[in-house]
């Protein structure tokens, strides 16, 4: 009787991997040699556990995430350059995202940058980290609904809760004056506050020109390139199977509008300083 009573009050207190773990405790003899203590040890490990896969799953549901990515997955035999290893374990620590510092992964379109930005966000949530993926014109849509409707102001306060924030195609399109100003207010509240990934065909130094504007164009790179970690990638598109190895990624991510090649990498502070001829990209 006192066995049921107390299965019914952890039940109410919604503690339902500890009655799992109890009633286990209570038909396996095995578990009458331990000591009281160890006992209540387990039961308490056993909901903790229950209780934090469960809130994983919800950061892993409320990312967004295109791809099931992650770091462990990626293909180093593929023909991809510039993918640093070293950096690429470093990264995987979240110490940036602690840190609020930025990632900047660019390379021509079929590369994989969707695909590991997946990757980084999903390690993200692993680590106890909200995240939260969206590409750029899904983003400017969406503003501009918010701004309509009156739910402006709470979109950019749940955008700057996140602690990280992937933006995916980065420069694809034109901005236009209103984008700009909706761009720069979601990384004005995120600055020194919150980690963003950015993944875009362009260059760095190419950012200023596909902006636009140059006061605003120089704000918005300097609350995302001083901080930031760059993944230069070059190479081959990996959604062409005559290029792929055995255990490449089934999809890198969604088609994008070709670039120029990309020149070489010079440090990230010094390319978004100031404008510099861009190569052609599509909308």
Not at 108 to 118: H, V, Y
Not at 157 to 180: C, I, N, S, Y
Not at 208 to 235: F, K, M, N, W, Y
Request: net charge positive; proline share 6%.
């Amino acid at each position: 009787m006192l066995v049921h009573a107390t299965v019914e009050k952890m039940t109410a207190m919604h503690l339902t991997a500890m009655v799992e773990a109890f009633q286990r405790q209570l038909a396996s003899p095995q578990f009458a040699d331990l000591c009281f203590e160890d006992r209540v040890g387990m039961l308490v490990d056993q909901e903790w556990t229950a209780r934090e896969q469960r809130k994983l799953q919800r950061r892993l549901q409320s990312a967004n995430l295109r791809h099931q990515a992650s770091l462990e997955d990626i293909d180093w035999q593929a023909p991809r350059r510039g993918l640093d290893k070293a950096l690429v374990g470093s990264l995987a620590t979240c110490a940036w995202i602690q840190q609020h510092q930025n990632l900047v992964i660019i390379g021509p379109t079929g590369i994989g940058k969707s695909w590991l930005a997946d990757a980084f966000a999903e390690r993200a949530c692993r680590a106890g980290y909200s995240a939260y993926r969206v590409r750029i014109p899904r983003l400017l849509h969406d503003l501009a609904v918010a701004r309509g409707d009156g739910s402006y102001i709470r979109l950019l306060a749940k955008l700057a809760k996140t602690a990280l924030l992937v933006l995916d195609d980065w420069g694809l399109a034109p901005l236009t004056g209103l984008q700009r100003h909706d761009i720069l207010e979601v990384l004005e509240d995120r600055t020194e506050r919150a980690s963003t990934l950015i993944t875009s065909q362009l260059p760095i130094k190419a950012w200023h020109e596909a902006i636009g504007e140059p006061t605003l164009a120089d704000s918005i790179c300097d609350r995302l390139v001083h901080t930031a970690h760059v993944l230069d990638l070059q190479g081959p598109s990996l959604r062409d199977p005559k290029v792929r190895s055995p255990r490449s990624h089934p999809d890198p991510g969604p088609a994008e509008s070709e670039r120029a090649p990309t020149p070489s990498a010079g440090s990230a502070r010094k390319e978004a300083k100031r404008p510099a001829p861009a190569p052609k990209h599509g909308a």
